[in-house]
């Protein structure tokens, strides 16, 4: 072979090696997420070990959605990480998503933890239940129809109904019951209250340790982050949680979800990560470090979060909950609930 052959050859195997690596490094992916981004890079280190695919987050409590909204086609959000279902349906309505068209994610989310458009789909499930006061209350189960009970008068404490957490709770009753019911439950609830509604699902915990009502509400990864922080310990250990569900149905969840981004520039990437994000491994490490159920049946649960005891999840869609958004809304003013 003359020189400038095996030159050229080499060169040859050296673009055909190059390329591929080239492009790997070249490959990104732009997460905007409301998730705390301390608690998910450990998630996103995985995925690029895994794919060869550049992470960049941006992290925010609020504002996101408006901010993808105004960069409009320029955007370079890929990828939007947000919980709960006001939140996901937030961004739908903003106009800033697409469907995420995926067999994988069809087979790894169940049908009722995704948009049936394909706007939003779930990683992770939290559940909204009760921080009982060990002292003070016997029962270790109870049906969220009961919250309404008049034995309950004066004892429950909760954050306000408007919180997106809450109207998706109440919409739920309204899904499940008719807005007639739901209005007299909610009514009934409102009547057992042991204070005016304020405050967060951590503070319903305190005020239960500290006596004020018998029945906190709250979601389930908080609990299992109040054991974990010195000042709060002992809110948890005054209480126990109880999983609520509802008669004859199963107890009311929320989720953290994904959306692709409208003009996402990396699309290809952008899929990749949703459906990695699907997988047994990210289902697990994404669920454990949020102290959230993965939505994928069969992965292994937080430990504390499994101490609560076996989650039944209610079956109902959760797209069919946020249609009754609005409606929970108004029910929350018509009873003056947080007044
Ligand atoms: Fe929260």
Known sequence: MSKTRMLAVAAASAIAIGLPSLAAAQGEVNVYTYREQKLIQPLFDAFTKDTGIKVNAISASSGLDQ???????????????????????????????QPIK?????????????????????ISMRARVIYASKDRVKQDAITYEELADPKWKGKICIRPGKHI???????????????????????????????????????????????????????T??????????????????TKVILPTFAGGG????LSGVVLAKHAPNKANA?????????????????????????????????????????????????????????????????????
């Not at 990828?79 to 998503?97: M, S």
């Open 221 to 238: 990864y908080y609990w299992a982050l109040m054991t974990k922080d010195p000042k709060q310990k002992g809110w948890t250990e005054a």
């Open 165 to 219: 957490y809450n109207n998706a709770l109440i919409a739920a009753v309204i899904a499940k019951h008719g807005e007639a019911k739901a209005e007299e439950w909610l009514k009934g609830l409102k009547a057992n209250l042991a204070q005016k509604p304020s405050g967060g699902d951590r503070d319903q915990a305190r005020d239960v340790a500290a006596g004020k009502c018998d029945l906190g509400i709250g979601n």
């Open 271 to 339: 899929m990749k990560l949703i459906e990695w994000l699907a997988g047994d491994k990210a289902q697990h490490m994404y669920a454990d470090s949020v102290y959230e159920y993965p939505v994928k049946a069969g992965i292994e649960i937080n430990p504390i979060i499994a101490g609560y005891g076996k989650l039944n999840a209610d079956p109902m869609p959760i797209s069919k909950i946020a249609e009754f958004k609005k409606a929970a809304a108004n029910l929350v003013d018509k009873v003056g609930f947080d007044n």
């Open 67 to 97: 901010r993808i909204k105004t960069e409009g086609a320029n955007s370079p959000a890929d990828v939007l990480l947000t919980v709960d279902i006001g939140r996901l349906e937030d961004a739908v309505q903003a106009g800033i998503t």
């Open 102 to 122: 995926s067999d994988v994610i069809d087979k790894a989310v169940p049908p009722q933890y995704r948009d049936p458009e394909g706007h939003w789909a779930g």
């Open 251 to 254: 107890t009311h969840v929320n």
